[in-house]
């Protein structure tokens, strides 16, 4: 702070606070004559002026003598102290013409009209670094009265600028970068956008030149210049990155900017922009995702001849090229998101393609297969036999052709080639008619079945086919879900809306699964239901059909309680396309989708069996297998499959049938199969459940079984075989193929049932003791009847039971640890006249037995037993 001013002939001295010297004025030899002679106005005016610390300029009398403080000295580079008290433009250090024509009009207004004017961000070219500088500056003119309010010179302060002008310039770009690219829709429209943005800031980047790398290629691809001439050593199309005359490699490989001093010797002049003089330095930059070190891109950057590379420069270039990088990732991102959407449509599209193609192409042969099994179901005089063949073949061509059609109305849907026919319908009665179709079928199931319609007027616009699509598909789905209790059909008419609704008591759908239901494909996996069959298209297409219709679906549901799924269509016409709604009422016949749609659930009911009790089942041991006549357990949901299979084995097998896992477990308690057939999807308890279940048990572990799946493919088989099938089966397949597979499971099973008894029999008749242990627990596996007369047991008291539960006396006589050591470590034991106490007639005996405990391996040398 300047506190004092000190005036004498010819100095003018500052000082500040602690008396130090802020600055000191030599007045010497002015055009003005000696100080003391100075007008008061002039010296009061330089007295507070000289308390700023701005450069500050004074312009005295008619010829602008100047006077000037030593803040301004730099300003005139060189020209002081000869400037000093001189009169005029003559004596500035630079481009008189520029001042004369810039600030000379400004000085002379003020000092005719007496007031005060400034100059904002006034460009002046000076020299004051030893180089043409590029500098900005706010001058402020104030008069200077002198006696009779004469102005008598004009008081300037000079503010610099330069920082700020350049800064604000050079954030200016910055910001518009991320504005221009905002639009881009490719990476070349945004380099094209920044080019074009880079070419209107010349006074920064006087030259430049942008290339994306392609780090396997080893090149580099230009994307961008400023309007450099083409010379093809300075900004090539194209460059191998080791060959390029710019330091290319090094900026790749360091990951860091590097500035090239010596640019007249490589490559003679470079544009300095807007300035006469040639560009003396370049900054090549690698431009990079965040976060990474290997640039994508490299911008060469001119550095302006008018200014000097400082930290504020040098930032600038580093903050542009990550603001390129910015938008190019942006950009990059999104045409990355627009392809792979592009992609999935393009996928989406050839999909619906093909449904619609193969729909068509199982169509045809299906009406070829259709006509003539009609024909000859119509006549009546066939054998019963003949006659359901006839039948199942019949169903199961409908079937197929209902599936089909399904899959064929969804991708006509999905192409929008779909258009509905709307009229005025009698929807209570066309509803009911549907509805009612269903009633034998559910009833039969042991379901209660209640259709409540009320009279919703004929003011409702509806699409005949559409609606009977969504009717029967929502009552088909309760049937299939359900197993007991009841399904209720709604019809409402409720503020303008149609809701029709189906709600059943069954197995209901997961929370979780609730938000995709109407997604297309997908499915819930289901523990129960009639049938693992379906394909996951019903809900979604009734979900599309109700919303052409300007309705919606909707469901509510709890596991194990039950679902509602609810479909609500707006009254009236007008929410429609007008062209496609039809004048009259559209008449009732009787539909011929139901028909297919009840026979289904028809075809469902006879799978049913009692899958609520799922207690265990005890499988009894006392039934002998039999070798002579074989019998065959075939497992499947689906009816006419069963038929179909039994038919082909029971000509020479006896043949049970069960329609699910646990069914079939519930059978064996019964009987015992030479080999079981099973499918592996189906409700209650799947193919692999019960395949688990069958090996775990002891009494079934050695059953044969195939598998039957419906999944072809060489990944299918092998989990098939690793579930512990004994063979697999894809369907379809021939009945050759079938009874070849059974007749060689048989032949094994066979054998190795001889091999079997006739160890046993080795064993029984042995003179000394066997018996054998399995698993870490000791079950009795064998045991002769040497052995029953020591332990002086039962064999069905002891026999598959561990073996304290047969021999609970031996708990603290060291023989389960010898046992336990002999199971972990794989060694045999020998025992020599040990003494073991048994419990015989009640008592305990002290018995001496000479033993070997000798480890068992199973086929993959790990130990599962002890003999
Ligand atoms: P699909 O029955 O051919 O599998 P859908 O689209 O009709 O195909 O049904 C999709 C899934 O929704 C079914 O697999 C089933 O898991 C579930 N689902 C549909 N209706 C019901 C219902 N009423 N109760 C329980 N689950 C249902």
């Known amino acids: 702070m300047l506190t004092e001013s000190v005036m004498n002939d010819h100095f003018l001295s500052l000082k500040g606070e602690t008396g130090n010297l802020l600055g000191k004025i030599d007045w010497g030899q002015t055009s003005l004559g000696p100080v003391e002679k100075w007008p008061q106005s002039l010296i009061t005016s330089i007295g507070t002026a000289l308390k700023t610390k701005f450069p500050i300029l004074i312009w005295w009398g008619d010829d602008l003598t100047l006077i000037y403080n030593d803040a301004y000295i730099p300003i005139f580079a060189g020209k002081h102290p000869e400037a000093f008290g001189k009169p005029g433009f003559s004596q500035f250090g630079w481009g008189e013409e520029e001042v004369r024509r810039v600030i000379e009009p400004m000085l002379r207004s003020v000092m005719r009209k007496g007031e005060a004017t400034w100059s904002e961000d006034q460009l002046l070219i000076l020299e004051r670094k030893g180089f043409t500088e590029e500098a900005y500056f706010t001058w402020s003119y104030s008069p200077i009265t002198i006696e009779g309010g004469k102005v008598g010179g004009v008081l300037t302060i000079v503010t610099e600028t330069t920082e700020r002008v350049i800064g604000q310039r050079r954030l200016n770009l910055l910001n518009d970068l991320g504005d221009r690219t905002l639009d881009a829709h490719s990476t070349d429209d945004a380099y094209a956008a920044i080019t074009s943005l880079l070419r209107e800031h010349a006074l920064d980047l006087p030259f430049f030149i942008i290339y994306r790398i392609k780090a396997e290629e080893e090149t580099a691809h230009k994307v961008g210049e400023s309007n450099l001439s083409a010379r093809a050593f300075v900004n090539p199309e194209q460059v191998t990155i080791a060959k390029s005359l710019w330091p290319f490699a090094e900026v790749i490989e360091s990951g860091k900017e590097v500035i090239v001093e010596d640019l007249y010797e490589r490559f003679g002049k470079l544009p300095g922009g807007p300035w006469p003089e040639p560009a003396k330095t370049a900054v090549v930059l690698p431009i990079k995702k965040p976060g990474q070190n290997i640039p994508y891109g490299i911008l060469v950057a001119g550095v302006s001849p008018r200014s000097t590379l400082d930290e504020n420069y040098k930032r600038f270039f580093k903050l542009l090229t990550s603001q390129i990088s910015t938008a190019i990732s942006k950009v990059s991102a999104l045409e990355e998101e627009r392809k792979r959407i592009e992609a999935l449509q393009e996928i989406d599209k050839a999909k619906t393609a093909f449904f619609s193609n193969i729909s068509h192409e199982f169509r045809t042969p299906l009406t070829l297969m259709l006509g003539p099994l009609e024909e000859l179901l119509r006549n009546n005089a066939r054998p019963i036999a003949e006659r359901h063949h006839l039948e199942a073949t019949h169903r199961n061509a409908m ?234 357990l075939v497992v499947d949901d689906n009816a006419d499959m069963r038929e179909y299979m039994c038919r082909l084995l029971s000509k020479n097998y006896k043949v049970e049938t069960a329609s699910n896992g646990m069914h079939a477990m519930q059978k064996l308690a019964e009987f015992r199969p030479q080999v079981i057939i099973t499918d592996i999807m189906m409700p209650v308890m799947d193919g692999i459940q019960f395949l688990n279940t069958l090996r775990k048990n002891s009494l079934t572990a050695n059953i044969p079984v195939i598998v039957l799946s419906a999944r072809a493919g060489e990944e299918a088989r092998i989990e098939g075989y690793e579930l512990g099938a004994d063979d697999y089966l894809v369907k379809p397949f021939s009945a050759k193929e079938l009874l070849a597979r059974v007749k060689s499971q048989i032949k094994i099973a066979k054998v190795r049932n001889r091999a079997e008894m006739h160890l046993k029999n080795i064993f029984q008749q042995a003179p000394v003791i066997i018996v054998i242990f399995r698993g870490p627990n000791f079950i009795i596996e064998l045991a002769n009847e040497k052995l029953l007369e020591y332990w002086d047991r039962k064999l069905e008291d002891i026999l598959h039971k561990p073996l304290l539960e047969a021999l609970p006396e031996i708990s603290t006589q060291g023989l389960i640890e010898i046992l336990t050591g002999v199971y972990t470590k794989g060694e045999r034991f020998v025992a020599n006249e040990r003494e073991v106490f048994l419990k015989r007639n009640g008592q305990l005996e002290s018995t001496y037995v000479s033993f070997v405990y000798e480890p068992l391996r199973n086929d993959d040398g790990t130990i599962d037993g002890i003999m």
């Open 399 to 632: 079937r197929l052709l209902r599936l089909v059609n399904t899959l064929l109305d969804f991708s006509r849907l999905e192409a929008g080639r779909v258009k509905a026919r709307f009229a005025a319908a009698n929807l209570t009665a066309l509803t009911c008619d549907l509805a009612s179709s269903f009633r034998s079928a559910i009833e039969n199931a042991g379901l209660q079945y209640t259709i409540d319609a009320e009279e919703v007027g004929r003011n409702i616009f509806i699409d005949r086919e559409m609606w009977e699509k969504i009717v029967l598909n929502l009552i088909s789905n309760a049937f299939k879900y359900t197993l007991k209790g009841h399904i209720t059909v709604r019809l409402k008419l409720n503020r303008g809306k149609v809701t029709f609704s189906v709600e059943d008591t069954g197995i209901g759908i997961p929370q979780k699964e609730l938000p995709r239901m109407f997604e297309r494909f997908h499915r819930v996996q289901h523990a129960a239901g009639r049938t693992h069959e379906g394909t996951g298209i019903g809900l979604s297409l009734v979900s599309e059909l109700a919303a052409l219709h300007g309705g919606q679906i909707s469901v509510k549901s709890e596991e194990g309680k039950g679902s509602v799924f609810t479909v609500e269509i707006p009254t009236g016409k007008e929410h429609l396309p007008q062209e496609q709604v039809e004048e009259g009422i559209a008449i009732n016949y009787d539909s011929v989708l139901s028909e297919i749609y009840v026979q289904e659930a028809l075809a469902l009911t006879r799978n049913q069996v009692d899958s609520s009790s799922s207690k265990e089942v005890q499988l009894s041991e006392g039934i002998p297998d039999d070798l002579g006549e074989s019998m065959i």
